[in-house]
T-cell receptor, first 109, second 113 residues
Framework: GQQVQQSPASLVLQEGENAELQCNFSSTATRLQWFYQHPGGRLVSLFYNPSGTKHTGRLTSTTVTNERRSSLHISSSQTTDSGTYFCAITGANTGKLTFGHGTILRVHP | EAAVTQSPRSKVAVTGGKVTLSCHQTNNHDYMYWYRQDTGHGLRLIHYSYVADSTEKGDIPDGYKASRPSQENFSLILELASLSQTAVYFC????????????FGPGTRLLVL
């Protein structure tokens, strides 16, 4: 089946520092998304980014499909960025998501 | 934004007992999904449905049943709960025409003793 690997497993930053999260996936025929899970558990979609670069606020996602990798860049981190970041790939037609194990981010003031 | 609610939000069950987790969405989405999340891991798909009265197996269906009695409601049933089913369970929904945006519920924390 499809596989998704994320790195690092965890990351600790001082507020204001930048972060780079990596995702590698097993197939080029996939559509990639990034999710954020609040410390309380709520899961929200950040990006649907099957290829290229997308920006929203301080977040930038870059996916290089033929190299089967994606990155999530967080600039000028804030304590409210703390939580877990997942990348996931979508199966064709069913919308089934296969998740990576996530990167736990902690931003200290 | 799509509204997906789950009940109960947390539950303690005994081994061998029956547990039913409920999910309700109010946006007429065709697809609904049940995932489980174990500590330190991502979500894994248990069952999903793309139409009322029909369910499909996901990646880890063993020990679980699902029911989709209407477009709005999707239940996950543990007939004989086991210790290994302690986890957080998430429901999600998605529109037919929007292939990739899934909206997640707040999760149900299940502890099996």
């Amino acid at each position: 089946g499809q596989q998704v690997q994320q790195s690092p497993a965890s990351l600790v930053l001082q507020e204001g520092e930048n972060a780079e999260l990596q995702c590698n996936f097993s197939s080029t025929a996939t559509r990639l998304q990034w999710f954020y899970q609040h410390p309380g558990g709520r899961l929200v979609s950040l990006f649907y980014n099957p290829s290229g670069t997308k920006h929203t606020g301080r977040l930038t996602s870059t996916t290089v499909t033929n190299e089967r990798r994606s990155s999530l860049h967080i600039s000028s981190s804030q304590t409210t960025d703390s939580g877990t970041y997942f990348c996931a790939i979508t199966g064709a037609n069913t919308g089934k998501l296969t998740f990576g194990h996530g990167t736990i981010l902690r931003v200290h003031p | 934004e799509a509204a997906v609610t789950q009940s109960p939000r947390s539950k303690v069950a005994v081994t061998g007992g029956k547990v039913t987790l409920s999910c309700h969405q109010t946006n007429n989405h065709d697809y609904m999904y049940w995932y489980r999340q174990d500590t330190g891991h991502g979500l894994r798909l248990i069952h999903y449905s793309y139409v009322a009265d029909s369910t499909e197996k996901g990646d880890i269906p063993d020990g679980y049943k699902a029911s989709r009695p209407s477009q709005e409601n999707f239940s996950l049933i543990l007939e004989l709960a086991s210790l290994s089913q302690t986890a957080v369970y998430f429901c999600a929904s998605k529109d037919w025409g929007n292939q990739d945006t899934q909206y997640f519920g707040p999760g149900t924390r299940l502890l099996v003793l």
